[in-house]
Antibody
Framework: QVQLQESGPGLVKPSQTLSLTCTVS??????????WSWIRQPAGKGPEWIGR???????NYNPSLKSRVTISVDTSKNQFSLKLSSVTAADTAVYYC???????????WGQGTLVTVSS | EIVLTQSPGTLSLSPGERATLSCRAS???????LAWYQQKPGQAPRLLIY???SRATGIPDRFSGSGSGTDFTLTISRLEPEDFAVYYC???????????FGQGTKLEIK
């Protein structure tokens, strides 16, 4: 059974960089054909896709966030990571990592981690 | 960019009743790339339906999906107490790759 777990600071100051890591267990991040995504959800709103990385390291980002987002993968640690720069209060949300089995949907999700942007 | 509009915003029903949730796309989309999720408070979304009509692993057969083009529907045939939650539709666009979600329908106990 694949499990995903997000980790990182719960509080980030405005203008700083938000950094989160997703640890995958129950299977190798580099086995199979999967895209690994970051998704966020502000309170009371629908989810918003941030971006994804393939096991080869290729990435795709939401155009609305592309200038501020970097997603990377560390196969030796079975992890992938998110960096979102120049954050503002509008970036406050629950951040999820999730798996797409190349079939355009998300079959496994992490439990989510709340990140608040505030001074 | 595809915009997904879900209706109604809130649906009030009783256990045992039938629920019909709508998802409308701003332009015609492939049904292969339309999915539905259930989300309960404090939990991550859970995949229910993919390819517009295929149930995900472990999903009860009271959940069904249908539709094509711009109009898609999630139907819950007989509501169980655990079905009261928020439901989201989601589309995948391949050129460029992008995932979009609807704003959600809250299914509440009447």
């Amino acid at each position: 059974q694949v499990q995903l777990q997000e980790s990182g600071p719960g509080l980030v100051k405005p203008s700083q960089t938000l950094s989160l890591t997703c640890t995958v267990s129950g299977g190798s991040i580099s086995s199979g054909s999967y895209y690994w995504s970051w998704i966020r959800q502000p309170a009371g709103k629908g989810p918003e896709w941030i971006g994804r990385i393939y096991t080869s390291g290729s990435t795709n980002y939401n155009p609305s966030l592309k200038s501020r987002v970097t997603i990377s993968v560390d196969t030796s640690k079975n992890q992938f990571s998110l960096k979102l720069s120049s954050v503002t209060a509008a970036d406050t949300a629950v951040y999820y990592c999730a798996r797409d089995p190349l079939r355009s949907r998300f079959d496994y999700w992490g439990q989510g981690t709340l990140v608040t942007v505030s001074s | 960019e595809i915009v997904l509009t879900q209706s109604p915003g809130t649906l009030s029903l009783s256990p045992g009743e039938r629920a019909t949730l709508s998802c409308r796309a701003s332009q015609s989309v492939s049904s292969n790339y339309l999915a539905w999720y259930q989300q309960k408070p404090g939990q991550a979304p859970r995949l229910l339906i993919y390819g517009a009509s295929s149930r995900a692993t472990g999903i009860p057969d009271r959940f069904s999906g249908s539709g094509s083009g711009t109009d898609f529907t999630l139907t819950i045939s007989r509501l169980e107490p655990e079905d009261f939650a928020v439901y989201y539709c989601q589309h995948y666009g391949s050129s460029p790759p992008e995932y979009t979600f609807g704003q959600g329908t809250k299914l509440e106990i009447k």
